[in-house]
């Protein structure tokens, strides 16, 4: 019993200091909806992975209220993003500006891309080249041409799957033998 | 040698080089564009007097130091024993970083004030201007009011004794 109105207590005052807390967010969805559409694209510098606009740390709460204020006084996006730049430098916005310094940055990842298809092109057209057939011996020429002989005979076409199975490992096995050379 | 052998060796000594820069930086060190610039301007109430403004301005023809600190601050009391040491060599500016008064004044006289005048930002609106995203937070401003140098996090005793001591010198000369 006692415990149970711990509980109760302990419930009713968290649920006091939330009410502490929480914010008139909502009192206009449209500008609200326009501090988080640019929050969006700025760095919480706090914790340096999220968004201004999913952050929960103090500050990213304190440039939303910058947002909300700017917007209010009618500045553009671009300034408010200039506003941020200008006290974080461009490591607050998450789309980095297009300049010289920034070019490995934009161009980089596809510079690799083409680097790399460059790359896999040549060594498909090498590897083409790279295998050359390999004639069968005279022994394994027989045992083969036994084996296909007997599937390709009329009446015993019920059998084929398993000749053809044959016929493939014979095949793999000759494959084997001239891998087994190139090594050598 | 052949170019098979060269290129992952290559490859390998690039990476190698990205890794060993880029793994000594401290990665929530973010320089700051201020530096250089003008500080950005203030008018401040006195923790002690409140009803006292203090300004920019009227710093002009002083190097200084702005400290941005709190009471809930662990690494500003970290750094508290080398800003006061930093306090003999130029005066310190502590800008109580929303912070409540009572707590602020506690804390100072519990971990003693060497500070030239302690200004109080209670809704971190001058910190925002600074470019302040944690602090403690101190900044080295000439006597022409220009930012010079951003030390970000607490001072440790490698950035007072090889950065910090020499810069006011220099630019106190």
């Not at chain 1, 640019?38 to 706090?46: G, K, Q, S």
């Not at chain 1, 059998?159 to 084997?176: N, T, Y």
């Not at chain 2, 080089?17 to 006195?46: C, I, M, N, T």
């Not at chain 2, 500003?76 to 602020?104: F, M, Q, W």
Request: glycine residues 6%.
């Amino acid at each position: 019993m006692r415990s149970a109105l711990a509980a109760l207590v302990l419930a009713l005052a968290v649920g006091a200091s939330v009410a502490q807390q929480a914010r008139p967010l909502a009192d206009d969805p449209v500008l609200e909806a326009q501090v988080l559409s640019i929050a969006e694209h700025l760095r919480c510098l706090v914790c340096q992975n999220e968004t201004i606009a999913a952050s929960r740390a103090d500050l990213a709460n304190d440039l939303r209220d910058q947002i909300r204020a700017q917007l209010k006084e009618g500045r553009s996006e671009a300034q408010i993003k200039q506003y941020m730049v200008d006290r974080y430098g461009d490591f607050v916005l998450y789309t980095p500006p297009v300049r010289p310094t920034t070019w490995p940055l934009w161009i980089g990842p596809f510079a690799l891309l083409l680097v790399m298809l460059w790359w896999l092109a040549r060594l498909l057209r090498s590897r083409r080249h790279e295998a050359p057939a390999v004639p069968l011996e005279e022994a394994e020429r027989t045992r083969a041409r036994a084996l296909l002989g007997e599937a390709t005979e009329p009446g015993v076409t019920a059998d084929a799957p398993k000749d053809e199975g044959k016929a493939k490992a014979v095949q793999a096995s000759s494959r084997d033998k001239a891998k087994a050379q190139r090594r050598s | 040698m052949k170019l098979r052998y060269i290129v992952p060796l290559v490859l390998f000594v690039v990476l190698a080089g990205f890794l060993a820069v880029g793994l000594q930086r401290d990665p929530r060190a973010v320089p700051s564009p201020l530096v250089d610039k003008r500080a950005p301007e203030f008018s401040l109430p006195l923790l002690e007097d409140p009803g006292v403004q203090r300004t920019v301005a009227q710093m002009k023809g002083k190097v200084w130091v702005a400290n941005f600190f709190a009471s809930w601050c662990v690494p500003c009391l970290v750094e508290h024993p080398l800003v006061t040491e930093l306090s003999r060599s130029v005066p310190v500016v502590g800008i109580n970083y929303k912070d409540k008064h009572e707590d602020a004044t506690r804390w100072l006289a519990r971990n003693g004030n060497s500070y030239a005048m302690v200004l109080v930002d209670r809704e971190g609106k001058v910190g925002l201007d600074y470019g302040v995203y944690g602090v403690p937070e101190s900044y080295v401003i000439d006597k022409e009011g220009v930012i010079r140098y951003k030390q970000i996090g607490p001072i440790t005793p490698e950035a007072l004794r090889d950065v910090l001591l020499p810069l006011v010198k220099k630019l106190d000369a």
